[in-house]
């Protein structure tokens, strides 16, 4: 039976660090990784808990021009119709923020949840077959903590039309577009969110409900 390490005062104190320095990254430097290095973190993201152990994620690294720009012009027609739903001030805050990397970032990672995956034969998701889904944000959130370790940032995409997304990367037409994600340096180290330091939004108290019943 293996032993289990000693997660210890200093290793908690630099967790505690991890999640408060990891941030949603918008501005990349355009350094590329080292080789392998995507290969690496992926692996790691892969130890995530999956429903019934099914490991549902599809990982697809968008590296040709084309694709890219047509990811780049999907997200742009997206941030126009959301910029119409707001007014005045907050119209105006909406416009001057940063809200993607896609043109900066070395690495563009399409995450998808493929429903149709036989692997774990269905344990756990015949009642809640959203667990599917669940479990590739569960690799996401991994992926962005061990990114983080490494020092590479990550930027979670999410204004985007997600049906065009399996068009635009030729992939397999059941599989659903879970997270679309830029990776790579970041060009300023922030422990603040962004949107924070913008004014957009603040953070609230952490706050535990625990009901009894």
Not at 11 to 24: G, K, P
Not at 64 to 81: E, G, L, P
Not at 144 to 164: E, F, K, T
Request: hydrophobic share 45%.
């Amino acid at each position: 039976m293996a032993q289990a390490p000693l997660f210890d005062d200093q290793f908690r104190a630099t967790l505690a660090d991890l999640l408060i320095w990891r941030r949603d990254v918008r501005r990349f430097r355009p350094d590329p990784l080292p080789p392998g290095l995507i290969h690496e973190l992926l692996a790691l993201a892969c130890l995530a808990p999956s429903v019934g152990f099914s490991q549902p994620w599809r990982w697809v690294t968008v590296d040709a021009s084309d694709r890219r720009q047509a990811i780049i012009q999907n997200f742009q027609q997206a941030n126009r119709q959301a910029l119409a739903d707001f007014e005045g001030t907050r119209a105006a805050l909406y416009a001057r923020l940063k809200l993607a990397g896609l043109v900066e970032a070395p690495v563009h990672l399409a995450v998808f949840v493929d429903p149709a995956t036989d692997v774990g034969q269905g344990l756990g998701r015949r009642t809640m077959p959203e667990m599917l889904p669940y479990s590739v944000v569960c690799a996401v959130n991994t992926l962005w903590l061990v990114a983080r370790a490494h020092g590479i940032g990550l930027g979670w995409v999410s204004i985007l039309d997600p049906l065009q997304v399996p068009a635009t990367l030729d992939i397999p037409g059941h599989w659903r577009l879970v997270a679309y994600l830029c990776l790579g340096y970041a060009d300023d180290e922030q422990d603040q969110p962004e949107l924070e330091r913008e004014g957009w939004a603040a953070r609230q108290p952490p706050e535990v409900v625990l009901l009894k019943r």
